[in-house]
């Protein structure tokens, strides 16, 4: 039979002190805020994705204000838009250039995807042909710039629309 005047020790009877749970709970919130530092933007994707969006919503100002198709589309690696003067879809070597974007000092890569077409184009009213998305991707991450038909541009997190 077990003895029945068994008496605890200070040690049996401890818990856990205010100390050490504070350090408990600081190390578990520097290991959150990593976690959560990892999901921010850094200034040169927030850099690039501006740049791209200036590139996108310029191209449907121009194609209003000119009257006239404007193109947008990935040339090797740049981003560019143009006026589109055959109404073609894309830039050809005689159409001018109206801005462009190198992701490289970035080191980012783009991806445009369109409906049908090679590249997004823009007509006299600020519509485009099809809906689009262009995908910055630096490093692991990867931030879409949604286009409507309307011509306007929103921004996810993530690769889809």
């Given at each position: 039979?077990?003895?029945?005047?068994?008496?605890?020790?200070?040690?049996?009877?401890?818990?856990?002190?205010?100390?050490?749970?504070?350090?408990?709970?600081g190390?578990?919130?520097?290991?959150?805020?990593?976690?959560?530092?990892?999901?921010?933007?850094?200034?040169?994707?927030?850099?690039?994705?501006?740049?791209?969006?200036?590139?996108?919503?310029?191209?449907?100002?121009?194609?209003?204000?000119?009257?006239?198709?404007?193109?947008?589309?990935?040339?090797?690696?740049?981003?560019?838009?143009?006026?589109?003067?055959?109404?073609?879809?894309?830039?050809?070597?005689?159409?001018?250039?109206?801005?462009?974007?190198?992701?490289?000092?970035?080191?980012?890569?783009l991806?445009?995807?369109?409906?049908?077409?090679?590249?997004?184009?823009?007509?006299?009213?600020?519509?485009?042909?099809?809906?689009?998305?262009?995908?910055?991707?630096?490093?692991?991450?990867?931030?879409?710039?949604?286009?409507?038909?309307?011509?306007?541009?929103?921004?996810?997190?993530?690769?889809?629309?």
């Amino acid at each position: 039979m077990r003895n029945a005047n068994l008496k605890l020790t200070p040690m049996d009877q401890r818990g856990l002190t205010l100390l050490e749970f504070l350090i408990t709970l600081g190390l578990l919130a520097l290991l959150l805020l990593l976690a959560y530092r990892e999901t921010l933007p850094t200034r040169q994707e927030e850099a690039l994705v501006a740049e791209i969006r200036s590139l996108l919503q310029r191209a449907r100002t121009e194609a209003i204000r000119r009257g006239n198709w404007v193109a947008v589309q990935v040339q090797g690696e740049e981003l560019i838009s143009c006026l589109d003067a055959q109404g073609n879809g894309h830039c050809d070597a005689h159409d001018p250039i109206l801005q462009q974007v190198q992701p490289r000092p970035y080191g980012a890569q783009l991806r445009l995807f369109s409906g049908t077409q090679p590249g997004l184009r823009y007509n006299a009213l600020g519509q485009l042909n099809t809906g689009g998305r262009v995908e910055v991707r630096i490093g692991q991450r990867t931030r879409t710039l949604c286009l409507s038909l309307a011509g306007r541009v929103r921004e996810t997190m993530g690769a889809g629309c």
